[in-house]
C-alpha cells in the first residue's frame, strides 16, 4: 500500500542554520503531497503541497519539489528561526483521496 | 473566524464507559475524518467522511463508531473504550477530500484506565 517514510528525528539546530528533512514516497498513480507542521500544543496545520511532478511548494521561507523519478518531497528552509520549532508531517493523498501521513520530524531551533 | 473545533479537549476515562468526542466545523466543509497521533507511529485514519451519511473506515477503525447527520458535525464514538485507545484525536475538515487542504481541531487527549 502507499506509505510515506520521513527522516528520524529530533532534530536541533541553531538559528539562521540550513534545514532539510528528507521525505521519500510508495504509491500507485501521482498522488498530492503535503507538508503540514505542528507547533506545540496545537493542531496540524498545512505548510505546503505539490500536486504534481516537478511543481514546487514553498510558504514562510520553506520549499519543497515534488521528484517524481526519485520519489521524495524534501522539505528545505535556508535560515530556520526559533518560532520554527514544532513536528513536521510529510503527506500524500491516496485514491480515495485520503491523506498517509509519515511519522513526522521534530524539529527544535537553539538561539 | 473559520475553525473546527473539538470536546472535550481533555478526558480521562476508566475502561468499558461509553464516550462520545464532538467535532464541529463551520466552513461548510464536505469531507470530515478522524485522526489518532501516538509517538512514534504518527498520525493514523481512523474513520473519514465525504459527506451527510456518507462514511468509511480508515486505517484503524476498530473500536470506534461515527456518524454524519448533519454537514458540520462529525462525532467520533467509543462504545466500550480500552487502555490502547489512550491517545492524542484529532478532527479535520476539507472542501473535497484530503487533496484540498485539511483543517485540523485541536486535539482531544484521552487517557483510559
Known amino acids: 500500500g502507499d506509505s510515506v517514510t520521513q527522516m528520524e528525528g529530533p532534530v536541533t539546530l541553531s538559528e539562521e542554520a540550513f534545514l532539510t528533512i528528507n521525505c521519500t514516497y510508495t504509491?500507485?498513480?501521482?498522488?498530492?503531497l503535503f507538508w503540514y507542521v505542528q507547533y506545540p500544543g496545537e493542531g496540524l496545520q498545512l505548510l505546503l503541497k505539490?500536486?504534481?511532478?516537478?511543481d514546487k511548494g514553498s510558504n514562510k521561507g520553506f520549499e519543497a519539489t515534488y521528484r517524481k523519478e526519485t520519489t521524495s518531497f524534501h522539505l528545505e528552509k535556508g535560515s530556520v528561526q526559533v518560532s520554527d520549532s514544532a513536528v513536521y508531517f510529510c503527506?500524500?493523498?491516496?485514491?480515495?483521496?485520503?491523506?498517509?501521513f509519515g511519522k513526522g520530524t521534530k524539529l527544535s531551533v537553539k538561539p | 473566524e473559520a475553525q473546527v473545533t473539538q470536546n472535550p479537549r481533555y478526558l480521562i476515562t476508566v475502561t468499558g464507559k461509553k464516550l462520545t468526542v464532538t467535532c464541529s466545523q463551520n466552513?461548510?466543509?464536505?469531507?470530515m475524518s478522524w485522526y489518532r497521533q501516538d509517538p512514534g507511529l504518527g498520525l493514523r485514519q481512523i474513520y473519514y467522511s465525504m459527506n451527510v451519511e456518507v462514511t468509511d473506515k480508515g486505517d484503524v477503525p476498530e473500536g470506534y463508531k461515527v456518524s454524519r447527520k448533519e454537514k458540520r458535525n462529525f462525532p467520533l464514538i467509543l462504545e466500550s473504550p480500552s487502555p490502547n485507545q489512550t491517545s492524542l484525536y484529532f478532527c479535520a475538515s476539507s472542501h473535497r477530500d484530503g487533496t484540498d487542504t485539511q483543517y485540523f481541531g485541536p486535539g482531544t487527549r484521552l487517557t483510559v484506565l
Open positions: 503527506a500524500l493523498s491516496d485514491r480515495k483521496g485520503n491523506l498517509i
Open positions: 505539490a500536486t504534481k511532478a516537478d
Open positions: 466552513m461548510n466543509h464536505e469531507y
Open positions: 504509491a500507485t498513480g501521482y498522488p498530492s
